[in-house]
T-cell receptor
Framework: DAGVIQSPRHEVTEMGQEVTLRCKPI?????LFWYRQTMMRGLELLIY????????DSGMPEDRFSAKMPNASFSTLKIQPSEPRDSAVYFC????????????FGPGTRLTVT | RKEVEQDPGPFNVPEGATVAFNCTYS??????FFWYRQDCRKEPKLLMS???SGNEDGRFTAQLNRASQYISLLIRDSKLSDSATYLCVVNIPRGGYQKVTFGTGTKLQVIP
């Protein structure tokens, strides 16, 4: 099993540019989570999907952030326009069940917005 | 008050020592609890679930205290390889679903 795959692993962009982060969950996992991690705020849940449907997006910071899951094997997190305060590590995780079993994390995308 | 709180540390302990971390949560309806480990510049990985009666996995013991609303992680005979950040996770009921909430983590450094 390849595990959760994220791309790109590193992204450096200028303020105002659009950024798209990608995630492929583990096959057969019905839940997909997007997290953001910073030194100041720790690991924050942004949004999660069940069977491709967004369940809880209360952690999405503002309208500049959007997430989609067009099918069971692919999800995107988009930031438009990006700002320096969006600099963080963004993790995607998947799980066969929400809340009661292990979440499997991808390696993360380290985003730097200058 | 934060929903999940941890002492950030760092906890600096010598090899062979026993160390314990606590994690407090604010919502008494929280139902499931976990400890994750995160190595520097890596993704979090599940260390162990926390069961109501307490559970042990080798040198690691997890406990839940519902009355005082905290979970704990005890590491015995610390190894250099235990150096990492330990994140507690609390799942908080929100209507028909659960909100996964991570603590900010406790950093452990085991010293030779």
């Amino acid at each position: 099993d390849a595990g959760v795959i994220q791309s790109p692993r590193h992204e450096v962009t200028e303020m105002g540019q659009e950024v798209t982060l990608r995630c492929k969950p583990i096959s057969g996992h019905d839940y997909l989570f997007w997290y953001r991690q910073t030194m100041m705020r720790g690991l924050e849940l942004l949004i999660y999907f069940n069977n491709n449907v967004p369940i809880d997006d209360s952690g999405m910071p503002e309208d500049r952030f959007s997430a989609k899951m067009p099918n069971a094997s692919f999800s995107t997190l988009k930031i438009q326009p990006s700002e320096p305060r969006d600099s963080a590590v963004y993790f995607c995780a998947s799980s066969p069940l929400a809340g009661v079993v292990e979440q499997y994390f991808g390696p993360g995308t380290r985003l730097t917005v200058t | 008050r934060k929903e999940v709180e941890q002492d950030p540390g760092p906890f600096n302990v010598p090899e062979g020592a026993t160390v314990a971390f606590n994690c407090t949560y604010s919502n008494s309806a929280s139902q499931s609890f976990f400890w994750y480990r995160q190595d520097c510049r890596k993704e979090p990985k599940l260390l162990m679930s926390v069961y109501s009666s307490g559970n042990e996995d080798g040198r690691f013991t997890a406990q839940l205290n519902r009355a005082s609303q905290y979970i704990s992680l005890l590491i015995r005979d610390s190894k250099l390889s235990d150096s990492a950040t330990y994140l507690c996770v609390v799942n908080i009921p929100r209507g028909g679903y659960q909100k996964v909430t991570f603590g900010t983590g406790t950093k452990l450094q085991v010293i030779p």
